[in-house]
């Protein structure tokens, strides 16, 4: 009985020292092929949930961090100074929200909200004519000075802005007779800060095949044909891209405005969202409801011009 006790001791033992052979070839095996042992697959993978979970986390305090402001402005546009002051970082129960912020809000910002898109939208237009021309004639034809004009737009680039000239600009303005007009803010800030949307469209225009401006020249194209047929069909994303760009720069346009307008109902938005701000008493509600308000219609154009740029650049990618 001993004896066959120990015989069947020594089968296990072998037994278990071959399985512990096979583990070790069949790990050895993986590895010559180029494959991981299942240790190492569990550990890689624990390591990429890790990075990936680390990475969510910080994405997410970015737009934590991003989009708690506006959450605290529409918090604070419904409350008064005195809810305000006992609970600034969240919202009152919604039976203690005060409407007649927006109310005042609306009140005080509803003619300079109009007096604003009538700018943003003629001072587009016309800022974007002016472009378009000018962009046109440098990117299309050589004449003399031209290169002179091009050197002359791109050194614009890095002269003050408005807020250098404005006192030269203001006496400009004065003597001629020009004050506390909207159009004068149109014409005045349609001609500044375009040396960019020229420049980029220069580029564009250059790196489009002559041979279809050509063809229309032959077949009897003028210039006002061959923008209407060629150039503003095939430049769609870029020129969405500039009228976005130039609504913005009007919509928030602050200083031109600022020191010409006189009249308290031809006001800009910028201006009148300044002039809010009281000597004595903040209305913080109100301030933060007319901020609000004044987002809305910047937000809606936005939108809207973003969906004619995807168009195009859509449209653009596609080819026959």
Known sequence: MKGQVARE????NAKNLNCEKNVAHNEQDLSGKGLKPRKKIVWDKTVQVLQRSLKY???????????????????????????????????????????????????????????????????????????????????????????????????????????????????????????????????????????????????????MPRDAFEAAEIDGAGHWDQIRHIFLPMSGPV???????????????????WIIIRDPALLTLPVALAHLDGEYVKQWGEIMAAYLMASLPLVIGFLFFMRIFMRGLLSGTIKG
């Open 9 to 12: 001791e020594k089968k296990k």
């Open 57 to 207: 986390l910080v994405l997410g305090f970015l737009l934590l961090m991003s989009f708690y402001p506006l959450f605290m402005m529409v918090a604070i546009s419904f409350k008064t100074n005195r809810q305000l002051a006992a609970n600034p970082w969240f919202f009152d129960p919604p039976n203690e929200w005060c409407w007649k912020n927006w109310e005042n809000g609306f009140r005080l910002i509803f003619s300079s909200i109009l007096n604003t898109v009538f700018v943003s939208v003629v001072g587009t237009i016309l800022s974007l004519a002016i472009i378009l021309a000018a962009s046109y004639a440098l990117a299309r034809y050589r004449f003399p000075g031209r290169g002179l004009i091009y050197a002359l737009i791109v050194a614009t680039m890095f002269m003050p802005g408005t807020t250098a000239s404005v006192m030269n600009l203001f006496h400009l303005i004065q003597q001629m007779n020009l004050m506390n007009q909207l159009g004068t803010v149109i014409l005045c800030t349609s001609v500044s800060a375009q040396a960019g949307a020229v420049i980029i469209l220069c580029h564009f225009i250059e790196e």
């Open 239 to 257: 020129i969405s891209t500039v009228i976005l760009m130039q609504f913005l720069h009007f919509w928030n346009e602050l200083i031109l405005p």
